[in-house]
């Protein structure tokens, strides 16, 4: 074969007909989506923190391209595309309550060290960038303010939300929700999957991420078993403990499934090619074990529960892979 015949194949994770540009081009475009629902739903706070995000991502990447150029070094990013992409996960990915000078941090580790400084030392990204800055911070900052709302919720800290009452109490923050221009009062639960002025600003409206969500999983081939597996787990372990303990499994579906952070992180963030698993059924264990991980955090009052779950899952990816990977020796009997 002349050397003019050789084509080269894109690696399983992008293979997926069009480039990784284009992937992360079009996925702009679908968080943008949520995004704007989240500043119409959280106002102009939202649009700041997502600002912020994207702008420190942007400034970072423009510095150390012009480097590499400069120095006549391949460009580790030669299309803005990706950095693009992480900056509007870490801005969709913040409480709206977070300082906004918390959000560049994350933007700056998040670009920084864990898109750059882990594809340069490691060769390929072993955690989700977003994830894995923002449980740094969260970490960092809780080792001075522990019962200041870094790790754990402050205006629920005290309730056991392993019962009835506990979640019924801790649900005040949701009710308060009133859709403007009609007028109509929300439930918690209705709050939490149409209209939350609270949480994580990519999660303000749970119902635009799971239809977005769901036209990006098709459209753009995300890893669809994940997102599947991640919500039908959580579904059915908020619906068992709320019929167990003859609560309202409802208000415990949309608390444990529809709270901003693990809709938005299923689609967006669970997915994430390099970091979560290759295999159809490694990606099954993997959001088995990302809802099941995730739903014990939440009922703890962990802040960032299903952020924290994601990165220790993370580091377990290539065991999920090994589960089914099998090294072909041939078949059985054949002589050489």
Same mark, same amino acid.
């Given at each position: 074969?002349?050397?003019? +015949?050789? &084509?080269?194949?894109? $690696? ?10 284009? /992937?992360? *081009? =079009? !996925? ?94 490691? +060769?390929? &990204?072993?955690?989700? $960038? ?10 960092? /900052?809780? *080792? =001075? !303010? ?191």
């Amino acid at each position: 074969m002349t050397k003019d +015949k050789l &084509k080269k194949e894109e $690696p399983p994770h992008i293979h997926i007909g069009f480039d990784k540009n284009e /992937l992360m *081009l =079009k !996925t702009f475009l679908m968080m943008s989506i949520i995004a704007l629902a989240s500043i119409i739903v959280m106002g102009l706070d939202a649009l700041i923190h997502i600002m912020i995000a994207l702008g420190t991502v942007l400034i970072v990447h423009s510095t150390i391209y012009s480097y590499q150029v400069w120095k006549d070094i391949e460009p580790t990013y030669r299309s803005p595309a990706s950095p693009m992409v992480a900056g509007m996960i870490v801005g969709l990915a913040m409480p709206i309550a977070a300082p906004f000078e918390v959000t560049a941090g994350v933007a700056l580790l998040t670009i920084l060290g864990f898109k750059y400084g882990q594809g340069k030392y490691f +060769k390929r &990204k072993y955690l989700n $960038p977003a994830a894995a800055s923002k449980v740094i911070l969260l970490l960092v /900052l809780s *080792l =001075k !303010t522990l019962n200041e709302g870094l790790l754990f919720h402050t205006h629920h800290i005290d309730l056991d939300l392993m019962t009835a009452t506990g979640l019924q109490s801790s649900m005040w923050i949701f009710s308060r929700e009133t859709l403007p221009i009609i007028g109509f009062d929300l439930s918690p639960a209705q709050s939490l999957f149409l209209w939350q002025t609270h949480g994580w600003i990519g999660g303000a409206s749970s119902i635009v991420v799971l239809i977005v969500g769901a036209i990006a999983a098709y459209w753009l081939r995300y890893k669809w078993r994940i997102i599947v597996s991640t919500l039908v787990t959580m579904t059915i372990l908020a619906a068992g403990m709320g019929i167990y303990l003859n609560g309202d499994p409802i208000l415990r579906i949309a608390f444990h499934v529809f709270t901003g952070s693990l809709i938005f992180l299923a689609f967006f963030m669970a997915t994430e090619p390099q970091s979560t698993p290759m295999t159809n059924y490694g990606q099954y264990m993997f959001g088995f074990f990302l809802a099941s991980l995730t739903f014990g955090l939440q009922l703890l009052n962990v802040l960032g529960g299903s952020i924290i779950a994601l990165v220790i899952l993370n580091v377990f990816t290539d065991q999920f892979d090994k589960i089914v990977i099998k090294k072909p020796y041939g078949h059985k009997g054949v002589k050489k």
